[in-house]
Structure formats: C-alpha cells, structure tokens
C-alpha cells in the first residue's frame, strides 16, 4: 500500500487529484489543507493546520508516506491579496516542504509548477521540450515563484540522492478559478496591437489525472503538460465568447506606470507573453507517465462560453468576494 499525501488538498486540483487517487486500492489518501477543500475529495483524509517544517517532518514519519504531492501555492487558485505572503507560501514553504520530505525519508516528491518557466522569449523553438533551460528574466508573480521553487529542487536533488523530484509543468489550468480564467471571462481581454502568440490550456481533470499518474509511477525530473492542440491568443478569446482589445504597448506602459493599468484590463503574466509564443511538446509525458490530455484547448473555451462564466462560478465568486474583502480592509 502506497502513503501518499497532497500538500494543498483545499485547492480545486488537489481535491481532483485526491478523488482521481480515491479510485485506486492500492494507495491510502491523507490531505493537507490551509482551509476546507473545495470540492469532494473521494476516502482521503486530511487535517486542517499550518505546520512548520518540523511539523511536517513529524507528519510524514508518523504516516510512513511514501510521496508527497506539492500543491499549496498561492496565486493559483484564487487571487492573493499580499505578495509578500505569496512568497513565503510558495517559495519558502516549498523549500520547507522539501527539507521535511527528506528528514522523513519520503521517496519521491512531485512537484506543481507552469510552463511559463521556458519564459515567453522569440528564441523560444516551435515546441518546447523539457531539456529546454529554464528563465527567470521577464518572469513576474507565481511564474517567478514557480521557476525559483524549481531551480531550488534542482539543487536539492545532489545532496538527497534518495528523494526523486517530479514536476509537472502545467499549460494554464482550467476548470476553476485561474489567472487565465480570470483574463478570460473580463470584458474585451487586452492584446498588444501587432502580436497574437499561440499557447496551450489544460482542462483541470487532465491536470488531475497526470498528478495521479506521478504520484504512483516511479519518476524524476520534469514533464510538459498541456493540451494537444495551441490556439492563438486572439482565437482563444473569441472561442471564449469575448472580443479582443488591442492596445499599443506604449500605451500599456504609461497606464501602469500612472497606476491607471485597471482600465486597460487585466493580463495576469508577464507583459512578454502577449508577445512570443510558448507552446510545448509533451511526448515525453506521454511516453513515461502513459499520459495523454482527454480535453482539447478548443473544448475547454467553449465550455467556458457556453456557461458565460467561470467553470466554477461559486468557487470563484467565493474566492473574488474574499479577496476584494481583504483588498477593503488595508
């Protein structure tokens, strides 16, 4: 019987994953949770607690857990109110978690991360594979935190040989709330006038299903996923029900610059991603996890249009009204 915890159980994937995992016999399901999981989560059990990283490490020795599946970070589910706090929770936690992993012995750890880590840069190949270096220049908010939480495990692997490091690097998830989804279900989502990069989704069950896939194959290193077909942005927003707005990026950065950027739209990356393409090949996936995506790019917008919201519109109602509540108080 494999012991397999999921470190972020209250995000939308990690209660997918934990009901995807709640369908095997041979794995046992525990779940840690900042706040009561979204949605069901199959015969996992989880508690609910902030720990240090000596706490966890006195967690996963007493539960004898095999693999850990690292979730929790902020930005990627719902909007944060404090950048500061972003960091602690996903850099500094993610090294915690790492250091506890290999306190406790664990055998493998499987890693959240984003394909934006390759950077939106015009070298960028058609397809990206995983052997392509990673970026931090141009990179902003989670991206950023996600290719320093990656370049730390690279790090971290020489002096554990013991512990395998997995990350799935994700296409922009959707299926609840996202940065994406966000961009998306605004009114007239921006574009940079003489710029239509393509790009790739991932529907959130297929993101479920590969985490899943990890967490019960003996793995390491990184892996692409994300949709089979790429779109290009301006396809993506009329496929979602919306018309573009192309703006002059001139424009764009005198209206951040004047803290006027709001009336623009919202983009919730790095400006260089309305720019240059970033799309990767996810053979590799493909041949060692036996993963394949089920939903196309193309499936998933019109999902997204037809319902004219967002897939999980009580989730991300919850997650808006909590974060402009925040915003109101300071």
Avoid at 31 to 51: F, H, K, N
Avoid at 266 to 284: E, K, M, T
Avoid at 305 to 318: F, T, W
């Amino acid at each position: 019987m494999t012991k397999i915890l999921i470190n972020g159980l209250d995000s939308s994937l990690g209660a997918a994953v934990a009901r995807r995992l709640s369908e095997r016999s041979d794995v046992a399901v525990i779940g840690l949770a900042r706040a009561t999981p979204p949605a069901p989560i199959g015969r996992a059990e989880w508690l609910t607690a902030r720990l240090t990283g000596a706490q966890v490490a006195e967690l996963l020795r007493a539960e004898a857990v095999d693999v850990v599946l690292h979730l929790d970070f902020a930005g990627a589910d719902a909007p944060y109110a404090n950048r500061e706090e972003a960091i602690q929770q996903n850099i500094l936690g993610s090294m915690e978690l790492l250091g506890a992993c290999a306190i406790a012995g664990v055998r493998q750890v499987v890693l959240r991360s984003h394909v934006g880590v390759y950077g939106s840069l015009p070298s960028n190949p058609t397809f990206i594979t995983e052997r392509r270096p990673l970026t931090r220049n141009g990179l902003t908010g989670l991206l950023r935190d996600f290719s320093e939480v990656e370049q730390f495990a690279a790090e971290f692997r020489e002096p554990h040989p013991n512990l395998s490091i997995t990350v799935l690097r994700c296409a922009h998830i959707m299926g609840a709330w996202s940065p994406l989804v966000a961009y998306f279900t605004q009114p007239n989502p921006l574009m940079l006038t003489g710029f239509d990069p393509c790009f790739q989704l991932l529907h959130l069950e297929d993101a479920a299903e590969a985490f899943a896939l990890a967490a019960v194959t003996p793995t390491d290193g990184a892996f692409n996923i994300a949709s089979a077909d790429t779109l290009a942005l301006s396809q993506a927003i009329r496929l979602a029900g919306q018309q573009p707005q192309s703006v002059f990026e001139p424009l764009l950065d005198m209206a951040a610059t004047l803290g006027g950027r709001e009336r623009l739209g919202n983009w919730p990356y790095a400006v260089g991603f309305l720019r240059h393409s970033c799309v990767v090949d996810i053979q590799h996936a493909h041949d060692e996890l036996g993963w394949a995506p089920t939903y196309s790019a193309s499936d998933i917008l019109h999902a997204l249009r037809l319902k004219g919201q967002s897939p999980c519109p009580d989730a991300s109602e919850a997650a808006l009204r909590a974060f402009l509540d925040r915003r109101s108080a300071t």
